[in-house]
Nanobody, 118 residues
Framework: QVQLVESGGGLVQAGGSLRLSCAAS???????????MGWYRQAPGKQRELVAT???????NYADSVKGRFTISRDNAKNTVYLQMNSLKPEDTALYYC?????????WGQGTQVTVSS
């Protein structure tokens, strides 16, 4: 079992920045097999969509809509993944979820709200 706890959401003006964090905890065997970790988001009335993922070897993947503005990083020693969000736009407003994939299951955090005002 893996538990994911997100933090760092909030209200920011367009053009501003936020940094999200997601810490994973749980059984050692599950933690060691998390690959990849990532962030997804869901805006009201829309489907959940990929934002960015990162593997244990630091290989990253980004949605086209956030490339050049968001940076995902991972501290394997702390079992934590980060999402640095710069140049935020109102269309980035959504509930952001942390995701961790293991060999046997897919885990989700409770979500952290990001609201960007124009």
């Amino acid at each position: 079992q893996v538990q994911l706890v997100e933090s760092g959401g909030g209200l920011v003006q367009a053009g501003g920045s936020l940094r999200l964090s997601c810490a994973a905890s749980g059984s050692i065997l599950s933690i060691l097999n998390i690959d990849p970790m990532g962030w997804y988001r869901q805006a009201p009335g829309k489907q959940r969509e990929l934002v960015a993922t990162i593997t244990s070897s630091q290989r990253t993947n980004y949605a086209d809509s956030v490339k050049g503005r968001f940076t995902i990083s991972r501290d394997n020693a702390k079992n934590t993944v980060y999402l640095q969000m710069n140049s935020l736009k109102p269309e980035d407003t959504a509930l952001y979820y942390c995701n961790a994939v293991t060999l046997t299951a897919d885990y989700w955090g409770q979500g952290t709200q990001v609201t960007v005002s124009s």
